[in-house]
């Protein structure tokens, strides 16, 4: 993560150099590791499917990263306990009205 704009906007630069501006939807410790779901920063109103980004911190030469996660079942486990989580968090927000 080279900068970070607010509580939910940061910037990561790929291997290749290239920046992308995200929004953090959710930060999660999930099997004593800590994952990112991130969603492009600036997207089309009329987009109604949301493509979410899950990455995990990893530390390399002392310093923590994002990484992509390359076992399929560990980024299928961390997606789907973190769909929960966010909408449990809906459905709960949803009770309160």
Request: hydrophobic share 40%; with cysteine; proline share 1%.
């Given at each position: 993560?080279?900068?970070?704009f607010?509580?939910d ?16 939807l ?72």
């Amino acid at each position: 993560m080279s900068e970070q704009f607010g509580d939910d906007i940061i910037t990561i630069t790929d291997e290749d150099g290239v920046e992308y501006v995200l929004e953090v939807l959710a930060v999660m410790e999930i099997d004593g590791s800590e994952y990112y779901a991130l969603v492009p920063a600036e997207t089309d109103d009329s987009q109604e499917d949301l493509e979410v980004t899950i990455l995990k911190v990893v530390e390399e030469a002392g310093e923590e990263i994002l990484c992509a996660i390359e076992d399929e079942a560990e980024l299928e486990h961390v997606y789907d306990v973190m769909m929960q989580e966010l909408y449990s968090d809906e459905d709960t927000d949803e009770d309160a009205e």
